[in-house]
């Protein structure tokens, strides 16, 4: 174990990760939480694992990605539980950590307002961000391109603890390049820090030149997309489009999707072209 200053050897941090139904929060849910808690000084302290039943079925194309099936979560506790055990194991004064936090914050932000708990004010630090500034120049930042990289793992099991394992082994394998600090105040100075009250999860509006879809979304008309999907090949559907939501510069439109029958969530930079149809 290297040997770190006063701060932050015996800082109490916590790596973290969910699994959902989908990747967009305001309308899909959480089906597993995963943590590890430790420190720099003395290693891992406590683990935190928890399967959540998201009250809706999780679809095929998802349970193919992290394997958790809905009988998997039947009878599993229910997402406020969840939360509530989770803040208890973090505790208030732990930095919490994850790869690619706004995703994972946007999905804890938006259970925590269905569920009608107050935000958790915890710091968050990403490992994303971390990366960037600690190996620039790497040739992607992804979760399992970095580990890879490191010879940390060959291959990413996409479930929340084993994920939030490799977070934390990758926070200390940063650390041996962190600058030396003497307080938490300056540690948190040097990374981009979030807060899962920062989560809006508020509607948008689509941006200028898509006034015909944003149309369809507001009247709830029928229109037919090609649609790029991110590794299988493109595809025609028809969606009835019914709210827009934005993370950073992408939009996504949440719609009910005729071939799948159900609802799903579709990125507008991977609608290539796009029909509204007759009423």
């Not at 603890?161 to 600090?181: I, Y």
């Not at 649609?227 to 709210?243: E, G, L």
Request: proline share 6%.
């Amino acid at each position: 174990m290297p040997q770190y200053s006063e701060y932050p050897g015996k800082q109490t941090f916590v790596a973290f990760d969910t699994e959902t139904t989908g990747m967009w929060a305001p309308v899909n849910r959480i089906v597993e939480l995963g943590a590890v808690k430790f420190n720099l000084a003395d290693g891992r302290l406590g683990t935190y694992q928890s399967l959540v039943d998201p009250e809706r079925a999780i679809p095929a194309d998802v349970i193919e990605i992290h394997g958790i099936t809905n009988e998997m979560v039947a009878g599993a506790p229910r997402i406020k539980t969840v939360l509530e055990e989770f803040a208890s194991f973090c505790g208030k004064e732990s930095i919490m950590i994850a790869h690619n936090a706004p995703f994972d914050i946007s999905f804890m932000g938006s259970e925590m307002k269905r569920a009608g708990l107050d935000f958790t004010d915890n710091p968050i630090l990403d490992t994303v961000d971390i990366y960037h500034r600690v190996f620039p120049g790497l040739e992607s930042y992804s979760l399992l391109n970095i580990v890879r990289h490191f010879d940390v793992a060959v291959t990413q099991e996409h479930r929340a603890l084993a994920d939030a394992v490799l977070v934390h082994r990758l926070f200390e394998m940063a650390a041996k390049k962190f600058p030396p600090v003497s307080n938490r105040s300056d540690f948190l100075r040097l990374w981009l820090v979030h807060r899962i009250s920062d989560w809006q999860g508020e509607p948008a509006v689509l941006p200028s030149g898509f006034e015909d879809l944003q149309n369809a979304v507001e009247r709830g008309l029928r229109v037919e997309i090609d649609y790029q999907h991110p590794v299988k090949s493109p595809t025609t559907r028809v969606i009835q489009p019914h709210q827009v939501h934005q993370l950073g510069q992408v939009f996504y439109i949440n719609a009910y999707c005729e071939r799948a029958r159900g609802e799903r969530t579709f990125r507008l930079d991977r609608i290539n072209n796009y029909r509204l149809l007759a009423e």
